[in-house]
């Protein structure tokens, strides 16, 4: 069965200051990989895909992740954070089993101090 | 002009209790699906429509029971309501079945408290 890890609960980085949220996965096949944000209250908001080609994926709001097959990761990342980057962020994996459903981690919550 | 909308968006019920969630979505898309995120954050997918046609169904009590009148909406009916039932519950749509190369849109979540 394929699984989703996010070892960090939680990632602190300043204002301005690179962020990388780690994320690493399992998946028999092809892996087709996402990014989601959820804002306090809200619901998820997808900012980003893996299904092929080039390795570095850029999303939305700047945010980019890097698929690296060996290491069976893809971790998220920004070149300098705002604020208003602060939430919970999920990595998830599609499952490739013909159920065709979305796994995700458990999620890691970013908090950029000003 | 709302994509995925939820309602109610706060429940609050008694063990036993029968209640619904509502799910619509204005997108026109063909798939949607019912995930439960707990206390801790953390989200599993229930069911899965495409076009009305129940496709996923994960291991879930069967006092829960998607219906879907229409493409449109997907609405989540449980019975007999637990503590354990406590959680938030979102619904998501996206416009292939196959979704594979194409993010979910979800609504903005509906928490459910049973006391």
């Known amino acids: 069965a394929q699984s989703v890890a996010q070892p960090e609960d939680q990632v602190n980085v300043a204002e301005g200051n690179p962020l990388t949220v780690k994320c690493t996965y399992s998946?028999?096949?092809?892996?087709?990989l996402f990014w989601y944000v959820q804002y306090p209250n809200r619901g998820l908001q997808f900012l980003l895909k893996?299904?092929?080609?080039?390795?570095l994926v850029k999303g939305s709001y700047g945010f980019e992740a890097e698929f690296n097959k060996s290491q069976t990761s893809f971790h998220l990342k920004k070149p300098s954070a705002l604020v208003s980057d602060s939430a919970l962020y999920f990595c998830?994996?599609?499952?490739?089993?013909?159920?065709?459903?979305?796994?995700f981690g458990s999620g890691t919550r970013l908090q950029v101090q000003p | 002009d709302t994509a995925v909308s939820q309602t109610p968006k706060y429940l609050v019920t008694q063990m036993g209790n029968d209640k619904s969630i509502k799910c619509e979505q204005n997108?026109?898309?063909?798939?949607m699906y019912w995930y439960k995120q707990d206390s801790k954050k953390f989200l599993k997918i229930m069911f899965s429509?495409?076009?009305?046609?129940?496709?996923i169904n994960e291991t879930v009590p069967n006092r829960f029971s998607p219906k879907s009148p229409d493409k449109a909406h997907l609405n989540l009916h449980i019975n007999s309501l637990e503590l354990g039932d406590s959680a938030v519950y979102f619904c998501?749509?996206?416009?292939?079945?196959?979704?594979?190369?194409?993010?979910?849109?979800f609504g903005p979540g509906t928490r459910l408290t049973v006391t």
């Open positions: 998501a749509s996206s416009p292939h079945r196959d979704f594979s190369t194409y993010e979910q849109y």
């Open positions: 998946v028999s096949g092809n892996p087709y």
């Open positions: 893996y299904i092929t080609g080039d390795n």
């Open positions: 998830a994996v599609r499952d490739n089993t013909g159920r065709r459903a979305l796994t």
């Open positions: 997108l026109g898309h063909d798939t």
């Open positions: 429509y495409n076009n009305k046609e129940l496709i």
